[in-house]
């Protein structure tokens, strides 16, 4: 089954959590600096979200204590941006 996650909200949080992505087959830009990325399976696209939450956390622990990101269900919270796997 393929699976998409959207990610939107803020520019400068949209290209973070896009770079924090991998292992995905397909990504365009879409409108207001958001960005759609495709995946071949939905276990590929789960990974590729929960990795890039834990790269996130590492990197910026403090902003992750001061809630700034969060990963709950399928969905990735960092600043005012928010990604979302779609099936």
Do not use: C, H, P
Not at 44 to 57: G, I, M, N, V
């Amino acid at each position: 089954m393929k699976a998409t996650i959207t990610v939107k909200g803020g520019i400068g949080g949209n290209s973070e959590i896009f770079n924090k992505l991998d292992g995905y087959s397909d990504w365009k830009k879409g409108n207001y600096g958001s960005y759609i990325v495709q995946y071949d399976t939905l276990t590929k696209a789960r990974k590729s979200l929960k990795d890039a939450y834990k790269r996130l956390k590492e990197e910026e622990n403090e902003f992750y204590r001061q809630g700034g990101i969060s990963y709950y269900q399928d969905s990735l919270t960092y600043d005012a941006s928010k990604a979302e796997i779609n099936y």
